[in-house]
């Protein structure tokens, strides 16, 4: 009897530990983007291709990220993050009702219908919060006018609607898809993400020193990721685990108050500054204005 009963108790504990398992995640010096990525991923059904380059990936960022400064890993993630979704929009015609800022609560409802992964939630609030920086903004008014009665936009209205023609289609997308579709839509998009920090990581490192760009398959001991134990047999309780670091994260992100501004940058005449320092420079008598001015261009969206 005592043998049947240790035999049981093997058993459980056995089944326990064969559904626990650790997940490689980013540490919190890393931008909340490849945190959402990276956790996603893990939550996304890969195949085992995608898994095992998924996994290399990680192993050499860790790496590559080292030879980097913070402000270049934040800049290569945030970039590339917020241009792979623009670049991603669904190809769908634009209907004349979602040119209204009445449109913006659908996304909480949206994002509340039911459990998605954190890139995706991370997706959906971008894009409301867009949305809601432009068509709530006056220059929106304007827009409106200005395209009613066919007059020429200025710079700042093409601008405005060139961001209406990247961010609208995904509201037209996800008014047609339930959430848990849009939700798994997103695989191809992570992995192409993931695919491009990889690739601008690596290229900026061999622009300074191509020699570094040696990489061990095998990691011992990461810099900017950790193991994270999950029971994968509970899904539910790691996706809520990791909601509540999205969740907690993005009310981080609000804007806050901002500080009033000073103009203790300017330079203070004490006496100090030598009397050449506080005399105007003199005009050059013999300038002359050019007579044709290069002029401004605003093609920066084009690249999207």
């Known amino acids: 009897m005592k043998v049947l009963l240790l035999l049981i108790s093997l058993t459980v504990s056995a ?19 490849m945190g959402f990525l990276v956790q996603s991923l893990h939550m996304a059904n890969l195949n085992s291709t995608e898994k095992r380059i998924f996994d290399q990936s990680l192993i050499k960022l ?15 993630i945030k970039t590339e993050a917020y241009k792979i979704v623009l670049k991603n929009k669904p190809d769908l015609v634009i209907q004349k009702d979602s040119y209204n800022k009445d449109i913006i609560p659908f996304f909480d409802s949206y994002i509340d219908k039911e459990p998605i992964s954190p890139f995706a939630k991370w997706v959906l609030y971008s894009i409301k919060s867009d949305l809601e920086d432009v068509l709530e903004s006056s220059m929106f008014a304007t827009w409106l006018v200005r395209k009613k009665y066919n007059n020429p936009l200025d710079a700042n209205l093409r601008r405005l609607e060139k961001k209406l023609e990247l961010l ?6 996800i008014k047609l898809t339930p959430p848990k579709d849009f939700d798994n839509g997103l695989k191809d998009v992570m992995l192409s993400l993931l695919d491009r920090v990889n690739l601008y990581t690596m290229q900026l490192i061999s622009y300074s020193n191509p020699l570094a ?7 011992p001991k990461f810099t900017f990721f950790e193991d994270r134990e999950f029971d994968i047999s509970k899904k539910s309780e790691f996706r809520k685990t990791v909601e509540k670091v999205v969740d907690s994260v993005l009310k981080e992100q609000t804007p806050q108050a901002l500080p009033t501004p000073v103009n203790d940058w300017l330079p203070k005449d004490d006496g100090s500054l030598p009397e050449n ?10 300038y002359k204005t050019p007579e044709d001015l290069p002029k401004p261009v605003d093609d920066w969206f084009d690249e999207i």
């Open 168 to 173: 609208l289609p995904w509201y037209e997308y």
């Open 15 to 33: 089944n326990t530990d064969i559904n626990k398992r650790k997940f490689l995640v980013p540490k919190s010096t890393l931008p909340v983007e």
């Open 277 to 286: 320092a506080r005399a105007y420079p003199t005009p050059d008598p013999n």
């Open 213 to 219: 760009l040696e990489y061990s398959p095998i990691r």
């Open 62 to 76: 860790d790496q590559m990220f080292e030879k980097l400064s913070k402000e270049e890993i934040y800049f290569i």
